[in-house]
């Protein structure tokens, strides 16, 4: 096995690892770690479980047996993200790397967060350490596209999310229409209990009354707005930066998607379709934009659910 797979194999238990964090580390991104002896054994592995305690590179050594510590002097430690270089909640994971005596550290992508930046990598690698960068960086990336978004353009990661008939209505003669179904409905409620903020219009809001909760599901209601003319698109992205919202789902009607989609503030589309639903005339479902690229779908009965991204 070259060092190439091998970097790429343990890469992707790194990303399973960081996984298991899920939302508890938010607004602290996901991370996983493993160790490895110079046989490419592996003889530590962690994840940041819960922001404010430990990240994946220390609970990766503490998970090291006593009986394993001699072999740290010539292990690897791979990290689907950069280790940090500063003092926060944490003392930073650099140094922690450094004391260690680990002869090789590799990893996922760079962190965007300013305070880190390279800094990690250069702290390693000025300790003598060989570091190497970028296995796997659009899947450690991807992992944490919400994280990314956030610290690299000062703004929430936003997915337009919308159900319409087969004929691409999304209500009936102006009147709500329910197209998912109820199994459709409880994704829903967990594609809301992953992010961290929804929004609807106003006229979706007095007209329907949406809790936009979590109720079907398990976990935090998101933080719900509802753009008006005294809560424009700015207040929200502001309000979003001020409390650390790294996600947003715009689960408006036509207005507000296509306001956001005009303002080219979109990075992900979920559009579920009711394949076995055809309404006469209706409100028209927003247009894709031309920049988004499909990354899967699936199927509930009889009804698709499409996801997109931005190029």
Not at 35 to 44: M, N, Q
């Amino acid at each position: 096995m070259t060092k190439t797979t091998t970097d790429e194999q343990m890469m992707r238990r790194c990303l399973q690892l960081a996984r298991c964090g899920g939302t508890a580390t938010r607004p602290n991104p996901m991370v996983g770690a493993v160790i490895t002896d110079a046989d490419g054994r592996i003889i530590g592995e962690g994840y940041h479980r819960r922001c404010g305690e430990a990240h994946a590179e220390v609970n990766a050594f503490n998970a090291v047996s006593e009986s394993n510590r001699h072999l740290l002097h010539d292990a690897s430690i791979y990290v689907s993200l950069e280790p940090c270089s500063h003092y926060g909640k944490t003392p930073p994971c650099a140094d922690r790397i450094i004391s260690e005596g680990v002869r090789r550290v590799v990893v996922g992508c760079i962190d965007p967060f300013a305070k880190v930046q390279g800094r990690g990598i250069s702290k390693l690698r000025n300790a003598g350490i060989d570091v190497t960068t970028g296995i796997l960086e659009q899947e450690c990336q991807w992992l944490n596209r919400r994280f990314f978004t956030f610290h690299s353009k000062q703004r929430p990661y936003i997915i337009l999310k919308w159900a319409q008939s087969s004929n691409a209505y999304i209500d009936d003669h102006g009147t709500a229409a329910a197209f998912s179904t109820p199994l459709t409905q409880i994704l829903v409620h967990q594609l809301r209990a992953e992010e961290d903020a929804i929004v609807v219009g106003h006229t979706t809001d007095s007209r329907e009354h949406p809790l936009l909760t979590v109720r079907h599901w398990t976990g935090r209601n998101p933080w719900r707005f509802v753009l008006s003319h005294d809560n424009t698109i700015d207040d929200i992205l502001s309000t979003c930066r001020e409390q650390q919202l790294q996600s947003l789902i715009v689960e408006g009607g036509r207005q507000t998607l296509e306001a956001f989609i005009r303002a080219g503030l979109y990075d992900e589309v979920r559009r579920e379709t009711a394949t076995a639903v055809t309404i006469s005339d209706g409100t028209p479902a927003p247009t894709l934009p031309d920049d988004l690229i499909a990354i899967g779908q699936e199927t509930y009965g009889t009804n698709l659910i499409e996801h997109f991204k931005r190029k």
